[in-house]
Nanobody
């Protein structure tokens, strides 16, 4: 059983910072690309950033220059450092990972349960 568990969400004032973490656990053989998505009520989940197993990154335009994605492969953990936060960054943030469990030959797409980020004064 593979699980992704996010942490680090909360309430922050505009201009502030938060760091999200997402730890993968369970019977894992390999992890490929990991990413972060976000969703607000009534809207579709949108992609925020991803990082490949070799460390290449990409960001949606709305967060470029403010958010940084990173990963610690030894800990099976991905991070999202969010700086200069704006009210429009308010959302539930979800972690996503392409993971190959032990004894499987393909990668599966896994999601975390989500963590709320609220940017408000």
């Amino acid at each position: 059983q593979v699980q992704l568990v996010e942490s680090g969400g909360g309430l922050v004032q505009p201009g502030g910072s938060l760091r999200l973490s997402c730890a993968a656990s369970g019977n894992i053989f390999s992890i490929n690309t990991m990413g972060w998505y976000r969703q607000t009520p009534g809207k579709q989940r949108e992609w925020v950033a991803f990082i490949t197993s070799s460390g290449s990154t990409n960001y949606t335009d709305a967060v470029k220059g403010r958010f940084t994605i990173s990963r610690d492969n030894a800990k099976n953990t991905v991070y999202l450092q969010m700086n200069s936060l704006k009210s429009e960054d308010t959302a539930v943030y979800y972690c996503n990972g392409a993971i190959k469990p032990m004894d499987y030959i393909v990668f599966y797409n896994y999601w975390g349960q989500g963590t709320q980020v609220t940017v408000s004064s």
